[in-house]
Nanobody, 125 residues
Framework: QVQLVESGGGLVQAGGSLRLSCAAS????????MGWFRQGPGKEREFVAF????????YYTDSVKGRFTISRDNAKNAVYLQMNKLKPEDTAVYYC??????????????????WGRGTQVTVSS
């Protein structure tokens, strides 16, 4: 099994930055695919970003392209989400996700078997 724990959320003003971290433990060698999802108030959970094992393949939802950057440190069993130029509409609970399948690209919830509990990000206007 794999356990995922997110951190780094908080309250920030519009235009500011936050860096989310996700620490993985357990069978970490079995999670080549990692991603971030978010669920805003009154909304369904949505895909944000994906990264493969090597980091050579990344993918973002259109609304965060150019503002968010996903990265990973396999030696530390961690994945990160650098969020810049934050907007009020980025307010959400952000979830880390991982899977044992070696995707080149994944963005659907059912493509990820492991999930963290989430970290709250609130962007004030």
């Amino acid at each position: 099994q794999v356990q995922l724990v997110e951190s780094g959320g908080g309250l920030v003003q519009a235009g500011g930055s936050l860096r989310l971290s996700c620490a993985a433990s357990g069978r970490t060698f079995s999670i080549p695919a990692m991603g971030w999802f978010r669920q805003g108030p009154g909304k369904e959970r949505e895909f944000v970003a994906f990264i493969n094992w090597s980091g050579a393949s990344t993918y973002y939802t259109d609304s965060v392209k150019g503002r968010f950057t996903i990265s990973r440190d396999n030696a530390k069993n961690a994945v990160y989400l650098q969020m810049n130029k934050l907007k009020p509409e980025d307010t959400a609970v952000y979830y880390c996700a991982a899977d044992s399948r070696n995707y080149v690209l994944a963005y659907r919830e059912n493509e990820f078997d492991y999930w963290g509990r989430g970290t709250q990000v609130t962007v004030s206007s």
